[in-house]
């Protein structure tokens, strides 16, 4: 069974602080996701990382940044949080596969972290 | 970039009517389509997805459905009951070989009971 966590379901910091949000995945997966959910938009993508290291932007990255150092954890920085950064962060994974036009699957999805920026 | 259009915003049947909800899609080159279920406080779930070589994928009371030349594609749940209450996103993958998913703005249905 997929599991992954997310370091905290609930997080409030300050206007202009640094923010760390933690996501472990324990299935070995290659593919990982940083999602923003904000009521009546959906599931905006931030950062998308396919492997250790790398990493392609997604719809929303400004102020944003991510690291993926080992292969199970992927981090996503606020760099100075802004109280427009209020939202609810989910991270999800996903199989690389053997990639080709078939390439997508299944995204499994952390519990989320709702962040309130004051 | 990819663009996924969904409706309706919110949907309301009773026990044991059908639910449909719908999308549509902007790039051609697209080729797999998931649905996902968000129930409240929890995380969103698969419950089912198609593949551009198929027209249709049924799972016990959930079906899609993909119309391919008009872009898009359909969840009908039957026999609706309570805890299909939930709020439901499409998604469609960005281009064909793409890992990355451009998801609708969901749908929220309530089966009153």
């Known amino acids: 069974d997929v599991k992954v966590t997310q370091s905290s379901r609930y997080l409030v910091k300050r206007t202009g602080e640094k923010v760390f949000l933690e996501c472990v995945q324990d299935?070995?997966?290659?593919?990982m996701f940083w999602y923003r959910q904000d009521p009546g938009l959906g599931l905006r993508l931030i950062y998308f990382?396919?492997?250790?290291?790398?990493?392609e932007k997604g719809d929303i990255p400004e102020g944003y940044s991510v690291s993926r150092e080992k292969k199970e954890r992927f981090s996503l920085i606020l760099e100075s949080a802004s109280t427009n950064q209020t939202s609810m962060y989910l991270c999800?994974?996903?199989?690389?596969?053997?990639?080709?036009?078939?390439?997508?699957?299944?995204?499994?999805f952390g519990p989320g972290t709702r962040l309130t920026v004051t | 970039g990819e663009n996924v259009e969904q409706h309706p915003s919110t949907l309301s049947v009773q026990e044991g009517d059908s639910a449909v909800i719908k999308c549509t899609y902007s790039?051609?080159?697209?080729?797999?389509f998931p649905w996902y279920k968000q129930e409240l406080g929890k995380r969103p779930q698969l419950i089912i997805d198609?593949?551009?070589?198929?027209g249709e994928k049924k799972d016990q009371r959930i079906a899609v459905t993909l119309n391919k030349t008009a872009k898009h594609f359909s969840l009908h749940i039957t026999e609706t009951q309570p805890e299909d209450s939930a709020v439901y996103f499409c998604?469609?993958?960005?281009?064909?070989?793409?890992?990355?998913?451009?998801f609708g703005k969901g749908t929220k249905l309530s089966v009153i009971p």
């Open positions: 198609i593949r551009s070589n198929v």
């Open positions: 299935m070995d997966h290659e593919n």
């Open positions: 999800a994974s996903s199989l690389r596969g053997r990639g080709g036009v078939w390439a997508s699957y299944e995204q499994y």
């Open positions: 990382s396919y492997d250790v290291k790398m990493k």
């Open positions: 790039d051609s080159a697209s080729n797999y």
């Open positions: 998604a469609a993958s960005r281009g064909a070989g793409s890992y990355q998913l451009t």
